[in-house]
């Protein structure tokens, strides 16, 4: 069966109360049944895990290494600042796919450039909790196609 890591970055544990105009009612743990029952769907599993801290995220990519057969990432704040992000995913090589809740290109202009773009096979942003759905059905057909 395919595991998928699905990282979350800073602030995303504030989801349903944080700007709910810019990233929805969904709580994180609304966005994480979403995406067990669309896995299950798939026939793979998900394991979710959120940080605030670089490192943290960092780390857990390291150890995806051996564990998981794709990255699913929303970085938040990280996607637009963290080389050491990019680094390790670039690193250990897991297929990965960028997610965002808001259309990133419609906001500030810092916010339309990604480090973690660059080496992922593919970004889906601005569909809000959808994207997470979306990207993980993306990443499932990409892994298993021949």
Request: aromatic share 6%.
């Amino acid at each position: 069966m395919l595991s998928i890591l699905v990282l979350h970055g800073p602030n995303l544990n504030l989801l349903g109360q944080r700007e709910p105009g810019i990233y929805g009612k969904a709580t994180l743990d609304d966005i994480n049944q979403l995406l067990t029952q669309e896995a299950a769907s798939l026939g793979a599993e998900v394991v979710a895990r959120q940080s605030n801290h670089e490192g943290v995220l960092v780390d857990a990519i390291h150890s995806a290494l051996d564990h998981h057969h794709g990255l699913l990432i929303n970085a938040g704040a990280y996607t637009h600042t963290s080389i050491a992000i990019r680094d390790a995913i670039s690193a250990v090589k897991i297929p990965t796919v960028e997610v965002h809740l808001s259309n990133i290109y419609t906001r500030e202009p810092f916010r339309h450039h990604s480090y973690i773009a660059p080496i992922a096979i593919g970004q889906i942003s601005g569909f809000g909790a959808d994207s997470y759905c979306l990207g993980l059905r993306a990443l499932v057909n990409y892994l298993r196609s021949p």
